[in-house]
């Protein structure tokens, strides 16, 4: 078994909705650069996690991929990096 297959995506992003006490809408923003063109695009990624740290709309947080909670719920809000 190697080492790659338990790593899991850690992802920065903001918490931007509660939609229920246990499952918040966090935004992770990136920027990529267009193929063609080459100008840098800035684009946001939206995921529902649960939330274990017990952040408020607003807080930095860093999420954590698990196994699926939910239909749409595949992340763990694992620390508060920042608070509002």
């Known amino acids: 078994m190697s080492l790659a297959m338990n790593k899991k995506k850690i992802l920065k992003g903001k918490i931007e909705r509660i939609v229920s006490p246990s499952t918040v809408v966090i935004a992770v923003s990136y920027a990529k650069r267009h193929p063609r063109y080459q100008k840098i695009l800035r684009r946001t990624k939206r ?33 508060i990096t920042q608070k509002k």
């Open 47 to 79: 995921f529902l996690a649960q939330n274990e740290a017990a952040g408020v709309v607003g807080d930095s947080v860093k999420i954590v991929e698990c196994r699926p909670l939910s239909r749409n719920k595949h992340f763990i809000v694992k620390e």
